[in-house]
């Protein structure tokens, strides 16, 4: 099984060097606490925003050779697993199923700048708001 952990700063670029190398257009940013599944190298990764008086979850990714192995449910139960406050996520319909299984269900309300992304990133692809 992986090694789970919230990466310090000064490693973030590993995972941006993870995205590159899955051709994903995700990056990271300096507000984004950034946690990485390792076995030995990263093979998954996720970003927390802090917003609207909890955390925004984006850039969830599993390398394709280990997907359907369970390691974004670990890596959503380790960077979730001590937050007390609410997280919103962005996710394709097809999705809603992976995310309900982690506490998730479809948010009719976001915060306001989340609806505003959200309205926003819906002009080119449809996505759901969940929260948990």
Not at 33 to 53: E, S
Request: hydrophobic share 40%; proline share 8%; charged share 25%.
């Amino acid at each position: 099984m992986p090694e789970f952990r919230c990466l310090p700063d000064h490693l973030r670029p590993l995972a941006d060097k993870f995205y590159r190398s899955q051709r994903s257009a995700m990056r990271t940013r300096s507000a984004h606490q950034v946690w990485v599944a390792q076995d030995p190298h990263i093979i998954a990764a996720l970003c927390l925003q802090p917003v609207a008086g909890g955390q925004w979850l984006t850039s969830l990714l599993v390398d394709a050779e280990h997907r359907h192995r369970g390691v974004a449910s670990a890596l959503l139960e380790n960077a979730l697993e001590a937050l007390d406050m609410p997280v919103w996520l962005f996710c394709h319909p097809n999705l809603e199923p992976v995310y309900q299984r982690q506490g998730f269900q479809a948010c009719e309300q976001p915060p306001p700048e989340l609806a505003e992304r959200l309205r926003r990133y819906r002009m080119k692809k449809e996505l759901n708001v969940m929260a948990r």
